[in-house]
């Protein structure tokens, strides 16, 4: 049946609209580079630190004295492990990854961080760290952040070597994860021992560093 004029005139429209839509939804960005457009614009009071993870801008507070203190001493131990290489330990500098943002407790970067400097000088590109670290917090998410959610989000990334401190006024865990699989976010090689035990990094420029009593003692 040929439609009539006023059937025709309404189907026009909402055709037309519907093109519309599409061509809107085309031009729109994606999540990360929302999230990263989001990231770049934020300013926060000095003691925050403001990552992309999974999806997610996580905004998290710096650690307390006894955060400090631990993370401290594991990148002294990694600096004298270092020393006369072309790698270097650093704190408080941007992993940039895509449009995702890491800010781990320690890392292991190029001395030469021109080397790796990501295209719009925020931090240093993953293609460059070899290894990261992180002191957990006792909070329940801050555990969850950097057990389940960095450690995903890592081995994504192909970070060689991920360490994880877990503290509990003075008694804890060191966990040394490696051998990543980025397509399945998952690191397949899995050291924990409690304090009292030395653990090794296996693999890389830090290769052999023992953490143990020198780093996690009281």
Do not use: C
């Not at 801050?142 to 503290?167: F, H």
């Not at 040394?176 to 409690?194: D, F, I, K, N, Q």
């Amino acid at each position: 049946m040929t439609p009539t004029p006023t059937l025709v005139k309404e189907v026009l429209p909402m055709t037309a609209l519907a093109h519309d839509r599409a061509r809107d939804s085309h031009d729109m960005p994606g999540l990360d580079e929302v999230l990263w457009r989001a990231w770049q614009a934020m300013e926060l009071p000095e003691g925050y630190r403001v990552e992309i993870v999974e999806g997610f801008i996580e905004v998290s507070p710096t650690g307390r004295r006894r955060h400090a203190v631990l993370a401290n001493r594991l990148r002294d131990a990694l600096v004298l492990h270092l020393t006369g290489g072309r790698f270097a330990a650093y704190q408080d500098t941007n992993v940039i990854h895509d449009r995702k943002v890491f800010s781990p407790d320690v890392l292991i970067a190029p001395r030469d961080l021109e080397e790796t400097r990501d295209l719009e000088g925020l931090g240093v590109d993953v293609s460059g760290v070899v290894l990261v670290a992180e002191v957990v917090s006792p909070g329940h998410e801050d555990r969850a952040r950097d057990r389940v959610r960095k450690r995903r989000a890592y081995a994504r990334a192909g970070i060689a070597v991920y360490v994880l401190v877990e503290d509990s006024d003075g008694h804890g865990s060191v966990t040394v994860l490696s051998s990543p699989v980025p397509e399945e976010a998952v690191y397949t090689t899995e050291v924990r021992v409690g304090y009292g035990t030395d653990v090794e990094v296996p693999e890389g420029p830090a290769k052999g560093m023992v953490i143990g009593e020198s780093i996690t003692g009281s």
